[in-house]
Structure formats: structure tokens, C-alpha cells
């Protein structure tokens, strides 16, 4: 039985690692099919994902998006939340990098922060989650990508930079055991270096923090198909990569395909 800390919750499972479901409540995230409300939300829930990860603002990889107002965000997920927590305990992180958005959504009933930006956008971020004791998740990739380029050991840079966001967080009163590190595949990276951290994603565990693998329908995931690279081709490849950084120490994967990745984790809790 695996256990995570989730915000003040602890989430337990008998697979291989815990499944968070996307919905973004944008009309313009890269996979169409993780665009919706509240019935996308209950939808992710009845598959069975473990916690959901609500956002208002599109960050997809390539910062091909545009900036949404704090305003803009709380409008499009708080509902969302809040008639989640009418009916459900499930976990639920809110992707954002701004501050006002998250105290909304930790109020609504919110438990984690799920940050692309490690806390650069707004580090007023942290004294929100320390007066509500809710978890963190730091993402390398949104503010580092320049900075990486002069190594050759990508896994060893990402996983220096998130331990140092991390060691930032917990400077300024964030709880140790409430940080979780994703490594941002497809963020400021080639598609070699995507490859390299899939593969190495045993370098970034065991390090203190939970690791969260964000690989779903990502263009470096289709390249790997070597057919045509589309992220409606992506759903099988997706699941491929996923499993095998599970395998190598991977905690948590996010994905858009909650059903089809849970089929794969229950045979590979039988089969591993």
C-alpha cells in the first residue's frame, strides 16, 4: 500500500502510484480533451483518480499561452471546487502561479499548489500555504530553461534546481513534508532532454520529496512513436512512458487518460 501526502490529506492506494486526473477550465489547453467543468470534473472522479489538478490558466509546455487575470481564474475554477466539495473529499491541487488565485481555491477547498513557476511568479505563494497547511508542488523548467543549457547532466541540474526551490519554500515556513517535485517534461527542454529525464527518473527519487511525472499527450511523448506526432496519436505512448517511470521511482503521474491509466497500473500491480 503506497501513501502520499496531499495537503493535509493522506491519500493511500494498492497501485503502483497515485493517478491525477487534468481538467483545465480554459478553452485553450494544448489536449482538447481535458477541457471542461463540472461534469469533466465528476467524469475524472468516477474513473477513479486519485486527486485532480484544477487550473485556469493554459501553461502548456512551450509557453504558447496567454496570461489570464487573477480575476479571470478564480471565476473559471472556484465553482468548480466548490461543487466538487459538495459531494467529494478527492484531492485537488489548483494550477496556478498567482497567489490570489490560490488562497481562493484553498478557501474553496483546494489542498495543494500546483506551481509551474517554483514559487518565481509569486512567492507570496508560500505564506498562503503555511497559514493553511497545504502542500506545494514545485515544477523545474517555467524560470530554469536558459540556466540548464550549459549542462550536459539534465537530471542532475533539474533535480539541484527543484531541491533548492524546495529548500526556498521551507525558508520561508512551508512544510518539508508537504512538497512534492515534478521535473516539467516539455518545459525549456529539448526533446533529448525530455527523453533523458524519462529515463533517469530514478536520479530525481529518493531525493526527500515525492516525484510527480506530467508526461501526458507531451509532443517529445509522440516523438517517440516515430508515426505521425498529433495529441490525439499520443493517448497509448503516454501510458508507455508513464509506466515506465513508475517503475523507475515515480510516485504520482498526470495525466488526461484517468481510465486507461488505471488499467495499466492494476496489470502492472499483478505483474511486477
Known amino acids: 500500500m503506497l501513501e502520499i501526502k496531499f495537503g493535509k490529506k493522506i491519500l493511500k492506494t494498492d497501485r503502483p502510484a497515485f493517478i491525477m486526473g487534468i481538467l483545465n477550465a480554459t478553452p485553450d489547453s494544448f489536449w482538447a480533451g481535458s477541457r471542461g467543468g463540472i461534469e469533466k470534473a465528476f467524469e475524472l472522479i468516477d474513473q477513479g483518480a486519485d486527486v485532480l489538478d484544477i487550473g485556469g490558466e493554459s501553461t502548456r509546455p512551450g509557453f504558447r499561452f496567454t496570461e489570464i487575470s487573477p480575476e479571470e481564474q478564480i471565476s473559471r475554477i472556484i465553482p468548480i471546487i466548490k461543487e466538487i466539495r459538495k459531494k467529494s473529499d478527492i484531492g485537488i491541487s489548483v494550477d496556478t502561479r498567482n497567489s490570489q488565485v490560490l488562497k481562493a481555491a484553498l478557501d474553496a477547498g483546494a489542498d495543494v499548489l500546483n506551481d509551474v513557476s517554483a514559487l518565481e511568479d509569486d512567492a507570496g505563494c508560500t505564506s498562503v500555504i503555511k497559514q493553511y497547511d497545504a502542500g506545494l508542488i514545485l515544477m523545474h523548467g517555467y524560470h530554469d530553461s536558459e540556466n540548464h543549457k550549459s549542462m550536459n547532466n539534465i537530471s542532475e541540474k533539474v533535480l539541484g534546481y527543484l531541491?533548492?526551490?524546495?529548500?526556498?519554500?521551507?525558508?520561508?515556513?512551508?512544510?518539508?513534508?508537504?512538497?512534492?517535485?515534478?521535473?516539467?517534461?516539455?518545459?525549456?527542454?529539448?526533446?533529448?532532454?525530455?527523453i533523458t529525464l524519462i529515463k533517469e527518473t530514478e536520479k530525481m527519487c529518493n531525493k526527500g520529496f515525492p516525484v510527480l511525472m506530467a508526461l501526458s499527450r507531451k509532443r517529445c511523448i509522440g516523438t517517440m512513436m516515430e508515426r505521425e506526432n498529433t495529441a490525439e496519436n499520443r493517448m497509448v505512448s503516454t501510458v508507455a512512458a508513464n509506466l515506465l517511470s513508475v517503475q523507475k521511482g515515480a510516485l504520482m503521474v498526470r495525466v488526461h487518460d484517468v481510465q486507461e491509466m488505471i488499467d495499466s497500473l492494476n496489470v502492472m500491480k499483478y505483474l511486477r
Not at 513534508?177 to 517534461?185: A, C
Open 163 to 194: 531541491l533548492n526551490r524546495a529548500e526556498f519554500a521551507v525558508s520561508l515556513g512551508v512544510k518539508k513534508e508537504n512538497i512534492i517535485i515534478d521535473p516539467g517534461i516539455g518545459f525549456g527542454k529539448t526533446t533529448e532532454e525530455n
